[in-house]
């Protein structure tokens, strides 16, 4: 399977601190890629250099085969990049489908017909179980609720390619098993590849076929969900066991 994210000794400095250090993996069209680590192993750094609202210090991105360091991040956005946020940031005072709206127009799907991008954007909305919301102002939803807008209004703007940065955090059990079976559907049904950033294990061992864990800004493994639940390193450095 040909990469349609690829990343090369990948490095990120902020003045004397390293955030990230030589980190390289690859992730497949159509695969579900969980990035593991604890707070301030550099996992948000690293969506923020793959999404363009940062720049790295040294190494290289490349989308669907085109290096995207350098551009910004509405130019990759438009390549098919898009990506949540840890804190939701709707358009509060706009309506749920307008908050659609924009991504649908001006994203990778560019459907500059506001019919074309309305039916787009009702079709996602129903996706995610938010139909019934179209018409309400993006800030009278629950967390849940504006956790499925951020991936809403990514779905919206013809992604290929979602940063899903810790999209169960803060969520019941309940809501997290609904949520993650709303994105094995987006993902079965819409080809997505999904690159993952969670902080509840379960469901990052559950969604994902392939985990990439970093510490301290290095990559130290990368396997399946059983190698990453067996691997020493692992154990040792994030969960605390003695290895």
């Given at each position: 399977?040909?990469?349609?994210?690829?990343?090369?000794?990948?490095?990120?400095?902020?003045?004397?601190?390293?955030?990230?250090?030589?980190?390289?993996?690859?992730?497949?069209?159509?695969?579900?890629?969980?990035?593991?680590?604890?707070?301030?192993?550099?996992?948000?750094?690293?969506?923020?250099?793959?999404?363009?609202?940062?720049?790295?210090?040294?190494?290289?991105?490349?989308?669907?085969g085109?290096?995207?360091?350098?551009l910004?991040?509405?130019?990759?956005?438009?390549?098919?990049?898009?990506?949540?946020?840890?804190i939701?940031?709707?358009?509060?005072?706009?309506?749920?489908?307008?908050?659609?709206?924009?991504?649908?127009m001006?994203?990778?799907?560019?459907?500059?017909r506001?019919?074309?991008?309305d039916?787009?954007?009702?079709?996602?909305?129903?996706?995610?179980?938010?139909?019934?919301?179209?018409?309400?102002?993006?800030?009278?939803?629950?967390?849940?609720?504006?956790?499925?807008?951020?991936?809403?209004?990514?779905?919206?703007?013809?992604?290929?390619?979602?940063?899903?940065?810790?999209?169960?955090?803060?969520?019941?059990?309940?809501?997290?098993?609904?949520?993650?079976?709303?994105?094995?559907?987006?993902?079965?049904?819409?080809?997505?590849t999904l690159?993952?950033?969670?902080?509840?294990?379960?469901?990052l061992?559950?969604?994902?076929?392939?985990?990439?864990?970093?510490?301290h800004?290095?990559?130290?493994?990368?396997?399946?969900?059983?190698?990453i639940?067996?691997?020493?390193?692992?154990?040792?450095?994030?969960?605390?066991?003695?290895?």
């Amino acid at each position: 399977m040909s990469a349609l994210l690829s990343v090369r000794g990948l490095g990120k400095r902020f003045g004397g601190l390293t955030a990230l250090h030589d980190v390289s993996f690859d992730v497949g069209a159509g695969q579900i890629v969980g990035v593991m680590g604890a707070n301030g192993a550099g996992k948000t750094t690293l969506f923020s250099l793959i999404a363009g609202n940062s720049r790295p210090s040294a190494g290289a991105i490349e989308f669907d085969g085109a290096p995207v360091v350098g551009l910004r991040p509405d130019q990759i956005c438009r390549l098919g990049v898009a990506r949540t946020f840890q804190i939701v940031k709707p358009f509060p005072s706009l309506t749920v489908l307008e908050n659609l709206r924009t991504g649908a127009m001006f994203g990778h799907a560019q459907l500059r017909r506001r019919a074309d991008a309305d039916a787009a954007s009702l079709q996602v909305l129903e996706e995610v179980g938010l139909a019934s919301f179209a018409e309400r102002p993006a800030s009278s939803l629950t967390l849940s609720g504006q956790k499925r807008l951020e991936i809403a209004r990514c779905v919206a703007t013809g992604a290929r390619l979602l940063l899903l940065d810790e999209v169960m955090a803060g969520l019941t059990p309940t809501e997290v098993g609904q949520m993650l079976a709303t994105l094995r559907h987006l993902q079965a049904t819409r080809g997505l590849t999904l690159l993952v950033i969670e902080h509840v294990m379960r469901a990052l061992m559950e969604l994902c076929g392939r985990i990439v864990v970093l510490h301290h800004g290095e990559l130290i493994a990368e396997g399946t969900p059983a190698q990453i639940g067996d691997n020493e390193k692992v154990l040792s450095v994030y969960f605390g066991a003695h290895a």
